[in-house]
């Protein structure tokens, strides 16, 4: 069974003005997948738009609490971890730095072990002025037309991990 994203109440998909689910099985097991995605100040080595992540709160790696910024498609955000189960769940909160409206996002990972590797699981969901102006109206689909490329970059990274690793 795959499991799906622990959502705080506030952020529930049912709720959201924007919603985005992406999956994908990977060659690659659990934890060499949760390698990559906890290595936030890295993941432009897979994956090039996420070339400005800063880990704010002194770990070398996303953690319970850690507190990162990114500039994503050009806006420069606050994060927080919210959860994290190593090699299963990792989850943050996000807020546009300068948005007076009060906009904010829930992003959620989930690797559940196959016979494979895993499968890797993500959802988002926006709420708030900026997100439905920016996502829903003006680039629709945007938001999952994003993660999907995340995802397949993430597993390519992983099965060629694990490939380095064999050798």
């Given at each position: 069974m795959?499991?799906?994203?622990?959502?705080?109440?506030?952020?529930d998909p049912r709720?959201?003005?924007?919603?985005?689910l992406n999956d994908i099985d990977v060659?690659?097991?659990p934890q060499v997948v949760w390698k990559l995605l906890v290595d936030a100040e890295r993941w432009s080595r897979y994956f090039p738009a996420e070339d400005q992540v800063?880990?704010?709160?002194?770990?070398s790696e996303l953690?319970?609490?850690?507190?990162?910024?990114?500039?994503?498609?050009g806006y420069p955000m606050s994060l927080v971890v919210t959860e994290c189960v190593p090699n299963?769940?990792?989850?943050?909160?996000?807020?546009?730095?300068g948005d007076e409206t009060g906009s904010s996002a829930y992003h959620g990972w989930v690797i559940t072990p196959t016979k494979e590797g895993c499968h890797l699981l993500?959802?988002?969901?926006?709420?708030?002025?900026?997100?439905?102006?920016?996502?829903g109206s003006r680039h629709p689909g945007a938001l999952y037309r994003y993660h999907q490329d995340w995802v397949e970059c993430l597993a390519r990274a992983a099965e060629a991990e694990l490939e380095a690793e064999r050798r």
């Amino acid at each position: 069974m795959i499991d799906k994203v622990n959502w705080p109440e506030r952020y529930d998909p049912r709720t959201s003005a924007i919603y985005a689910l992406n999956d994908i099985d990977v060659k690659a097991p659990p934890q060499v997948v949760w390698k990559l995605l906890v290595d936030a100040e890295r993941w432009s080595r897979y994956f090039p738009a996420e070339d400005q992540v800063r880990i704010l709160s002194g770990e070398s790696e996303l953690a319970l609490g850690t507190r990162y910024s990114r500039v994503t498609v050009g806006y420069p955000m606050s994060l927080v971890v919210t959860e994290c189960v190593p090699n299963r769940r990792l989850a943050w909160a996000t807020t546009v730095d300068g948005d007076e409206t009060g906009s904010s996002a829930y992003h959620g990972w989930v690797i559940t072990p196959t016979k494979e590797g895993c499968h890797l699981l993500t959802e988002e969901t926006q709420q708030g002025q900026f997100f439905v102006e920016l996502i829903g109206s003006r680039h629709p689909g945007a938001l999952y037309r994003y993660h999907q490329d995340w995802v397949e970059c993430l597993a390519r990274a992983a099965e060629a991990e694990l490939e380095a690793e064999r050798r």
